[in-house]
């Protein structure tokens, strides 16, 4: 079920009235209606992708009260090999498998080797395994790190592992933030539900009235970059980079604000990152439940950053490169974490790749610095560059691309209006940039219940007139 759907539209508030209104004295009632209308809305899609969901819940519960059980090391070891192994492992057949084969064939094909491609299979990758097989696997290894004490109740962990806001697209929750909230008795506060009525309207605007629109734009250049100028192309992937954070953002707020609804605070997962003024710092605000995920479950347990330059750079390219394969079986995205890499590295040896923990652009004034300007200019230039390599098909069509860009100078006007949709964008998240959760422009109610009810009209407007596109990441 896609959010900018009517059948969200009426989903929502028959779930919102049900949690409520009906099942509200019962905990366990509450949490039941969470995962039947979490099965109701993964299976929307494709029914038969609930037995792979299930049987992912069902081997990392039962993983993790083994774990916490056994006194053997080994054998704690042995049964998190087998989360980690199924995990992987369903990932691997029903994400990698063609690539990994098509990818062997083509090797084979450049020493002269004829073969056929009889291994390969036809198979649906289900919406959202990237991301729940994460969230089950995080399970598991936090309780062998001790970290986390495993729940005997299956139906609230089920629920934590199929919530539908975040289901499909993230963020990636940790059980140690989800878990003890679906544990626990939940209360309707008010202010918490405006606060995500207001990112639910917030992230649809991104969603359907500024990623929507900029999606056929992108789509056209792309799909015809061979016969257009480098002025287009650079249009183009300018448009993309904001399609994709629109549109992936934009479900995150949505996922975050239909959260609160319920009672549950989501971690965040976009702290404007095209704001950053480095790339270290773009990293820690870009997809923040994704890149602290691999953080803490793959690059430091490599050695992170604390043993010799020469491991910790080895890290950095392994964290970056698996990154870019989470994304997609393909070629393009490996590359484009290799990209990132590269440029992440020279800010790691100077030390400056964790200049800004904490601090936002422009923090105690309105306008940013002429240096904040060039910092944030730069690092968005090399971004853009990197999303080529994302968004084109090819790998050679990446290189192509990128070769038009900076030899051919004609510009084709006709997709000119992309930049008030992004112009809006920018704008409003100037005034949002210290706190990427309030949705509030200024101290003056009257400016921001208009600013609301122009989302709302415009939502509407668009959900009603519009064809409905996937989120991008749906296919991740």
Not at 44 to 56: E, G, K, N, P, T
Not at 323 to 340: D, K, R
Not at 358 to 363: D, G, K, L, R
Not at 413 to 430: Q, S
Request: glycine share 6%.
């Amino acid at each position: 079920m896609l959010f900018n759907s009517i059948e969200f539209l009426l989903f929502l508030p028959s779930v919102f009235i049900l949690y409520w209104f009906v099942f509200s004295k019962n905990l366990k009632h509450q949490n039941l209606l969470i995962l039947v209308c979490s099965y109701f809305f993964y299976g929307w899609w494709d029914y038969r992708f609930l037995s792979l969901i299930f049987l992912s819940t069902v081997v990392d519960y039962f993983v993790g009260l083994k774990i916490h059980t056994l006194e053997s090391s080994s054998k704690r070891k042995l049964y998190l090999w087998i989360s980690i192994l199924f995990n992987l492992g369903i990932l691997g057949v029903f994400k990698y498998y063609g690539f990994f084969v098509d990818s062997w064939i083509e090797l084979l094909g450049s020493f002269g080797y004829e073969t056929q491609s009889t291994w390969t299979l036809n198979i649906i990758l289900p919406v959202g395994i990237s991301f729940y097989t994460f969230q089950t696997l995080s399970y598991s290894l936090d309780i062998f790190k001790g970290k986390l004490v495993p729940t005997k109740d299956f139906i609230s962990f089920a629920s934590f592992v199929s919530f539908f806001p975040q289901l499909v697209a993230g963020p990636i929750e940790r059980a140690s933030n989800l878990l003890p909230q679906i544990l626990n008795k939940r209360e309707f506060k008010y202010e918490a539900g405006i606060q995500g009525l207001r990112l639910i309207l917030w992230g649809m605007f991104k969603k359907v009235a500024i990623a929507d629109s900029l999606a056929p734009m992108v789509d056209d250049i792309f799909g015809n970059y061979q016969n257009l100028g480098g002025g287009t192309l650079w249009l183009g992937i300018f448009y993309f980079s904001f399609q994709i954070y629109c549109d992936f953002s934009g479900y995150s707020d949505i996922a975050i604000g239909t959260s609160k609804l319920f009672g549950f605070d989501l971690m965040s997962n976009f702290k404007f990152p095209y704001f950053s003024r480095n790339i270290g710092e773009f990293w820690r605000r870009w997809h923040i439940s994704l890149s602290t995920w691999f953080r803490d479950y793959l690059y430091v347990p490599l050695g992170g950053s604390k043993l010799t330059k020469w491991i910790s750079l080895r890290n950095i390219f392994i964290i970056f490169t698996v990154s870019g394969f989470w994304h997609g079986a393909n070629w393009t995205f490996i590359f484009w974490g290799l990209t990132h890499s590269i440029l992440y590295i020279p800010f790691f040896l100077l030390g400056t790749n964790r200049k800004y923990l904490t601090s936002v652009v422009a923090e105690n004034s309105f306008f940013p610095s002429l240096q904040e300007l060039y910092q944030m200019g730069t690092t968005f230039f090399f971004v853009m560059i990197s999303w080529v390599f994302f968004r084109s098909e090819t790998v050679t069509d990446s290189f192509a691309y990128i070769q038009r860009m900076f030899t051919t100078f004609d510009l084709n006007l006709i997709w000119k209006k992309g930049i008030l949709y992004i112009f809006v964008v920018i704008l409003i998240e100037w005034f949002l940039r210290k706190d990427e959760r309030t949705i509030v422009l200024g101290h003056r109610p009257a400016w921001n219940y208009l600013f609301l009810l122009v989302l709302l009209c415009l939502n509407l407007m668009c959900i009603l007139n519009i064809h409905n596109n996937d989120f991008i990441y749906f296919q991740f």
